[in-house]
């Protein structure tokens, strides 16, 4: 039987870094490549940015759609990030998990401990961090699309975020992409074949044993 082919719990792939490190970059290319690989879209409370689109980088909501749903326990992990509320609608994810397929958050420190609580041995986390002081400056100002004083409080709050890295499973030092790519590509192929996660593997061991 191809190896594929052997049912498998789906995992949580949990990608953070302070902004500015390629995270996004990192993630759009993982799933043009990666098949049974789904990002999660979350909800925030901050107005979309230039040629941000509803439901595809985020379900831009109100801070009071947001609190009715951290109520109604619709979020899966939530935080607040710069002073903009993000959470991860629990749904799609649980779907998507129980059909074996694999989902990619982009999720800060808080959300991802949140998910480790809440379900520790699905979730693989990766934190990736920007090669140096100076190429992160470069990069948060390079982006554009915020004011200088974002810019700062952003640095600022790099520092802050990038404290948190002994959390993580993983840790990437993103200075040629492509490389930092495959090597999420190498953990997530590794953790797809990890025993506990593959449920069809007592049947196909037996299988193997004796004639069916
Ligand atoms: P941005 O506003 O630049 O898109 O995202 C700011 C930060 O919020 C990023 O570090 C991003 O990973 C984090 N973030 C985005 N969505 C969520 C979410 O659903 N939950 C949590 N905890 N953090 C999020």
Redesign the pocket.
């Known amino acids: 039987m191809p190896e594929s082919l052997i049912k498998r719990r789906g995992l949580m792939l949990v990608l953070?870094s302070p902004?500015g490190a390629g995270k996004s970059t990192i993630a759009r290319a993982l799933l043009e490549r990666e098949d049974e690989l789904y990002l999660s879209i979350?909800l925030?409370s901050?107005p979309p940015r230039p040629g941000e689109e509803e439901g595809r980088d985020y379900f831009f909501v109100t801070e009071e759609e947001y609190q009715q749903k951290v109520k109604d326990n619709e979020l899966l992990?939530?935080?607040c990030?710069?002073s903009?509320y993000?959470?991860?609608p629990r749904t799609l994810v649980e779907r998507h998990l129980s059909a074996g397929e694999d989902v990619l958050f982009?999720?800060?420190w808080?959300?991802t401990q949140q998910l480790r609580e809440s379900a520790r041995d699905d979730v693989i986390s990766i934190f990736i961090l920007p090669p140096s002081y100076n190429e992160l400056e470069k990069r948060l100002t390079g982006r554009g699309q915020d004011s200088e004083d974002v810019v700062n409080k952003r640095m600022a709050k790099a520092a802050d975020e990038m404290s948190h890295w002994p959390e993580y499973d993983y840790v990437i030092v993103n200075d040629v992409i492509e490389e930092s790519i495959q090597n999420v590509q190498a953990i997530l192929k590794a953790e797809r074949l990890r025993r506990m996660r593959r449920l069809g593997l007592g049947d196909f061991v037996n299988s193997i044993r004796s004639k069916g």
């Open positions: 953070s902004s979350s925030t901050r992990e939530h935080a990030v710069f903009n993000y959470g991860t982009d999720i800060d808080q959300g």
